[in-house]
């Protein structure tokens, strides 16, 4: 049933509060445990205008951070005793990108985390974790 869990990160520290929940997932049923992260490395048309660096230089940044996030879960897991693959994928939708991994990495659940907002504030907001919700044929476990 817990084979390969995706852990999700945006590189926020909420994102982490999954850890825990991920670390006692793969403990209890010996499962394998991938980190992703979704960058969308284009970014909205008026952040072009007032970009400060050049395209190429903001694209890097995206991936060192992203990168770097997908480094501070590997070092939470590792002190839990759990070693993981890491990935990021590049995709302008986070939910879409979440659900891409977990097919290609073969992952039978999937741990994210989220505000918890609903109602007007989700909706004007929009929710990657509801998305997620929304179109995965896997169990996701929300964290709040």
Known sequence: MFNHLLLSTDGSELAEKAV????ELAKKFGAKI?????IDLYPYIGAIEVMPVGMDQWQEEVR???QAALQRMRDQLQAAGLSCDTVVEEDAQAWRGLLSVAEKQGCDTIVIASHGRGGLGSAMLGSQTSRVL???KLPVLVVR
């Open 134 to 136: 929304s179109h995965s």
């Open 64 to 66: 060192k951070q992203a």
């Open 34 to 38: 991938t980190v992703a992260s979704v």
């Open 20 to 23: 825990p929940y991920a670390v």
